[in-house]
């Protein structure tokens, strides 16, 4: 490291220089110098080559941050960013990999960089059914010359306001507009489309929604997703959200409610709601959620993420919701209604499966497999019923060889009838008439 030097007149010093003693002095490269009490900083010394082993080493280090040191293996490959580009009818050829326009069902242009659409195009395209153009900069409207249009994919696009939308998409299902930044004024254009059953909204930054007689245009609509929203006036939202009369599936996780408002499930609100997600909300106390308990076709509630399950978020053996569990219980009954309701109060968290046996006697990991199973030396064979008599044919033969005249003799025969029926059939079979134990026969008389 090379620092600048306090006294500019002085020149440079060498180690050799700096190790003498202030009376001393030496001539450096033709110059006498006096040698002076100078401190480690004003002085640049020359760098101390490192060994060859360790230059190779911090060659294939490289500082992605302050403080932050990565391999170049290890590092992530960035793909380079696309050129800016026009979507038309050979680019879709293109990645529908087909021959010709009325061939393509399905299209993926997703990353492409396209900053416009050239409508013309893709009004050959009258099969195409599901078209997904995820992080782009295209607008929507131009995608309503799709006849058959179905499903549209149009996350991180950057759309804000969109055109009227009156009369256009009659046939679209499936609409996503994840990760934009939308507003009121788009989400009630949105609200014009006839048929449209699924609408994506997540992380558009939206603080409110449209007012109730706007949303009710939403005459088909059966699952609406709000996730990681702004959204904070608990009454409002839920109040417009209800206002769709088909709402099936509501997801509202990753926002800032605080209750669920008895006004929502007042005069028939949300009839044919089956699951609702309050995830990761400011929910703090069990009554603000006991209106809950009157949507009678709900089947699903997801609570983790909220106050109101302690510390962590979480409640995994669900004493914190009990009232309004028994609350719905209660009110399902009265209704004559056997539908369930399951409440999520912990975060589902993937396991992976076991990994498999190996069979024994094929390495160190069937060997601990072995070691660990409770069984061993245990295999299975089929055996055909008719080769193992049930237990009452192994009863009766018994009894005959014991009763037998033709086995043991008339007299032994008769004698052995009569003790079996006095002191049951063992008795005549362990009789010690020997001093050493042993049984005598009594159809030999020994």
């Avoid at 380079?80 to 580009?85: A, E, G």
């Avoid at 609408?199 to 603080?207: A, G, I, P, Q, R």
């Avoid at 089956?274 to 209106?291: D, G």
């Avoid at 160190?364 to 072995?370: E, L, N």
Wanted: aromatic share 6%; charged share 20%; with cysteine.
């Amino acid at each position: 490291m090379s620092v600048p030097m306090a006294n500019t007149s002085v020149p440079a010093l060498s180690v050799d220089s700096l190790a003498m003693k202030p009376s001393e002095r030496k001539k450096i490269e033709g110059r006498t110098l006096q040698i002076q009490h100078m401190a480690p900083d004003d002085v640049s010394l020359p760098p101390v080559p490192l060994p060859l082993m360790q230059q190779q080493r911090f060659v294939s280090v490289q500082t992605y941050g302050p403080g932050e040191g990565l391999d170049k293996r290890m590092a992530p490959k960035q793909t380079p960013t696309p050129r800016p580009c026009v979507l038309d009818g050979f680019k879709l050829l293109d990645r529908c990999q087909v021959e010709f326009p009325d061939e393509a069902r399905t299209c993926d242009v997703s990353g492409m960089n396209a900053t416009g659409v050239v409508e013309e195009d893709l009004s050959y395209f009258v099969k195409l059914k599901r078209l997904d153009c995820s992080r782009n900069s295209l607008p929507l409207h131009p995608f309503s010359v799709l006849p058959a249009l179905e499903e549209l994919r149009l996350p991180c696009n950057g759309l804000v306001n969109l055109q009227p939308l009156q009369g256009l998409f009659p046939g679209l299902l499936s609409l996503d507009l994840s990760y934009n930044g939308l507003t009121v004024g788009a989400v009630e254009q949105l609200a014009t489309l006839p048929n449209l059953r699924e609408l994506d909204l997540t992380c558009n930054s939206l603080k409110q929604l449209p007012a109730p007689d706007s949303m009710a245009q939403f005459r088909s609509l059966e699952k609406l997703s709000l996730e990681r929203n702004l959204m904070e006036d608990s009454s409002s939202v839920l109040l417009s959200c209800a206002a769709c009369p088909k709402l099936i599936e509501l997801q509202l996780g990753y926002n800032y409610l605080t209750e669920f408002v008895p006004d929502a499930v007042a005069e028939n609100r949300f009839p044919n709601l089956n699951t609702l997600s309050l995830a990761f909300n400011y929910i703090a106390t069990e009554e603000a959620l006991m209106p809950v308990a009157y949507l009678m076709k709900l089947e699903l509630l997801v609570l983790y993420g909220n106050p109101l399950l302690g510390p962590s978020c979480e409640d995994p053996t669900g004493e914190t919701i009990e009232q309004l569990a028994m609350k719905a219980l209660d009110l399902r009954e009265e209704a004559w209604t056997n539908r369930p309701l399951d409440i999520l109060t912990e975060v589902p968290r993937k396991r992976d499966p076991p990994p498999p046996k190996a069979p024994p006697g094929e390495g160190k990991a069937s060997q601990t497999a072995a070691r660990r199973s409770k069984y061993r030396g245990v295999s299975l064979a089929s055996v055909e019923d008719e080769l193992l008599p049930p237990a009452a044919e192994f009863r009766a033969a018994g009894n005959r060889a014991l009763i037998d005249p033709n086995t043991y003799g008339i007299e032994a025969g008769k004698a052995a009838q009569e003790q079996a029926i006095s002191h049951g059939f063992w008795a005549s079979l362990a009789q010690p008439d020997s001093d050493d134990g042993s049984v005598q026969d009594p159809a030999r008389g020994e």
